[in-house]
């Protein structure tokens, strides 16, 4: 199995720019979540997912953050419009049951 | 979730056995331990879990103690490469939490020749 695919692996934006980020989870996997690392915060979970349904949202910092699931094997990450504060890495994770499988993330910086 | 509490900072020689504790005395009886780890630039990793019972697979072995209120995690053959960041995660298997790892700060493990 690839593991968890995040794309793309690293964006740097300008300011006022729509992000969008992106995740393929593993194959057969009915949970699907978002984290946000920063060195200020360390790793905290924005939203997840469960069988493309929205659990829980309340880690998105703002409107300007918004996740959608259209199907079980595509999730993005949209940020609109970017600000620098939102630079950071992006974990996309997915699980069946137990464990959590992390994606290598994605690596954003907002100018 | 419980909350935990780890060390900040461990060393290690190479080759010697890592033994990280990790402290969790307000967890409850349908609370899982988890392990992870982060080594630089890359996605967290899953190590272990356990409930009650002592566990071990091909990367590590968990000692939880008879009251669970604290575990420890430990590398038995140290490398280089498992200098990472660890964290220890307390997490509920059902209810309305099911499925949220919430991570602290952890614990940076630093493996030196």
């Known amino acids: 199995d690839a593991g968890v695919i995040q794309s793309p692996r690293h964006e740097v934006t300008e300011m006022g720019q729509e992000v969008t980020l992106r995740c393929k989870p593993i194959?057969?996997?009915?949970?699907l979540f978002w984290y946000r690392q920063t060195m200020m915060r360390g790793l905290e979970l924005l939203i997840y997912?469960?069988?493309?349904?929205?659990?829980?949202d309340s880690g998105m910092p703002e409107d300007r953050f918004s996740a959608k699931m259209p199907n079980a094997s595509f999730s993005t990450l949209k940020i609109q419009p970017s600000e620098p504060r939102d630079s950071a890495v992006y974990f996309c994770?997915?699980?069946?049951?137990?464990?959590?499988?992390f994606g290598e993330g994605s690596w954003l910086t907002v100018v | 979730d419980a909350k935990t509490t780890q060390p900040p900072s461990m060393d290690c020689a190479e080759g010697r056995a890592a033994n990280l504790p990790c402290n969790h005395s307000t967890i409850s009886g349908n609370e899982y331990v988890y392990w992870y780890r982060q080594i630089h630039s890359q996605g967290p990793q899953y190590i272990i879990h356990g409930l009650k019972n002592n566990e071990t697979n091909e990367m590590a072995s968990l000692i939880i103690t008879e009251d669970r209120k604290s575990s420890t995690l430990i590398l038995p053959h140290a490398t280089l490469r498992d200098t990472a960041v660890y964290y220890c995660i307390v997490r509920a298997q059902g209810g309305t939490s099911y499925g949220k790892l919430t991570f602290g700060q952890g614990t940076i493990l630093t493996v030196h020749p």
């Open positions: 194959s057969g996997h009915d949970y």
């Open positions: 994770a997915s699980s069946l049951r137990n464990t959590i499988y």
């Open positions: 997912f469960n069988n493309n349904v929205p659990i829980d």
